[in-house]
């Protein structure tokens, strides 16, 4: 029988036994613990694309809703320039908190194609988030111009040079995909964003150009843009006159204009996860729903490894159209 005025000691294994149970304690603790609450402060949404444009035009549909579901404001930053690197650049060195975010499109996943020297490294300086949404990419004219379908815009560019506008890495390469399948005499012509191609379109000032369904459709209901033709292989409903690539003889010609949610590299899962759990909560709600397909947008929000594998098939899928056509990286 133990003393009871001598101090206690516990048998070894009885030491174990209580060390395992305080250790079991303290982790049922931490469980039960609240997660960090974020966003503790308000959150930077970068486009770094020109305002109006598609990008845009998703980015804040999507930092109103966040704003009001975390109490905090979301504030989008249009840093343009540099097919989206100066944003990007922007984002990639920003604190791995989540109060600095990126939305970029398919020129992300194309600018290591186009480009010798990037500030970042593409696949190591960035978190994929999700890809929030896809819709196929368009070509436009303008309304009252001479081009009325698809087929007189090829019939056009086969007899002589017409050029040919876009504004990002991804939107080039379709106009070069468009060319290589219909051996056209298309010329690409830069712009630094979506909105800029409609006005020169709608001015006269360019015969046609590559852009979203959601840059392009503002202008096509004001009745200024005529869309003739989607990279996708069947039509949409939003535009039921303009044919497929392929309707009009041209093979292999699909491209997504696809809407990417990245943070910077080391971005806590934890935080990845909220994001993307309560996006699912804001395109739960009918009306964004509605909203986006409204505009040709299709919500996917895939999950951060899916996204990864995704962009992976997109930088390949475009480098084979960029060597083919001899564009070699500036």
């Known amino acids: 029988m133990t003393n009871p005025s001598t101090p206690f000691t516990a048998h070894p294994t009885r030491r174990t036994a209580l060390a395992a149970l305080a250790a079991?304690?303290?982790?049922?603790?931490?469980?039960?613990?609240?997660?960090?609450?974020?966003?503790?402060?308000?959150?930077?949404?970068?486009?770094?694309?020109?305002?109006?444009?598609?990008?845009?035009?998703?980015?804040?549909?999507?930092?109103?809703?966040?704003?009001?579901?975390?109490?905090?404001?979301?504030?989008?930053?249009?840093?343009?320039?540099?097919?989206?690197?100066?944003?990007?650049?922007?984002?990639?060195?920003?604190?791995?908190?989540?109060?600095?975010?990126?939305?970029?499109?398919?020129?992300?996943a194309v600018n290591p194609v186009l480009m010798k020297s990037l500030p970042y490294d593409t696949d190591k300086a960035f978190t994929p988030i999700t890809n929030i949404a896809n819709s196929p990419s368009v070509l436009v004219v303008q309304a009252n111009g001479p081009y009325k379908t698809l087929r007189d815009v090829i019939e056009a560019a086969r007899k002589e040079p017409l050029g040919v506008g876009y504004s990002e890495g991804q939107t080039r390469l379709t106009g070069e995909m468009i060319r290589q399948a219909g051996k056209l005499q298309s010329t690409g012509v830069p712009y630094k964003g979506g909105a800029p191609i409609m006005v020169d379109i709608i001015g006269g000032h360019l015969p046609m150009g590559v852009?979203?369904?959601?840059?392009?459709?503002?202008?096509?209901?004001?009745?200024?843009?005529?869309?003739?033709?989607?990279?996708?292989?069947?039509?949409?409903?939003?535009?039921?006159?303009?044919?497929?690539?392929?309707?009009?003889?041209?093979d292999g010609v699909e491209s997504l204009s696809w809407y990417g949610l990245f943070g910077p590299a080391g971005l806590p899962a934890p935080i990845v996860?909220?994001?993307?759990?309560?996006?699912?909560?804001?395109?739960?709600?009918?009306?964004?729903?509605?909203?986006?397909?409204?505009?040709?947008?299709?919500?996917?929000?895939?999950?951060?490894?899916?996204?990864?594998?995704?962009?992976?098939?997109?930088?390949?899928?475009?480098?084979?159209?960029?060597?083919?056509?001899?564009?070699?990286?500036?």
């Open 24 to 108: 079991m304690a303290s982790a049922g603790a931490w469980a039960q613990a609240p997660a960090a609450k974020f966003p503790t402060k308000p959150v930077t949404l970068v486009v770094p694309y020109s305002a109006g444009g598609g990008t845009d035009i998703v980015g804040r549909l999507m930092a109103q809703r966040l704003s009001d579901l975390w109490g905090q404001s979301v504030v989008v930053d249009n840093r343009t320039g540099a097919n989206g690197v100066i944003g990007s650049n922007f984002v990639a060195r920003a604190p791995a908190d989540g109060h600095t975010l990126l939305l970029v499109v398919g020129s992300h």
């Open 211 to 250: 852009t979203s369904v959601l840059t392009a459709l503002p202008h096509v209901r004001s009745g200024a843009l005529r869309v003739v033709g989607v990279a996708d292989t069947q039509r949409m409903a939003l535009f039921p006159d303009a044919m497929t690539f392929k309707e009009a003889g041209l």
């Open 273 to 330: 996860a909220q994001i993307n759990q309560d996006l699912k909560k804001v395109a739960a709600d009918p009306a964004v729903l509605k909203q986006m397909e409204d505009q040709g947008a299709h919500i996917t929000l895939t999950p951060p490894a899916e996204f990864r594998s995704f962009l992976a098939a997109e930088t390949k899928k475009w480098t084979l159209v960029a060597q083919r056509g001899g564009i070699r990286a500036e």
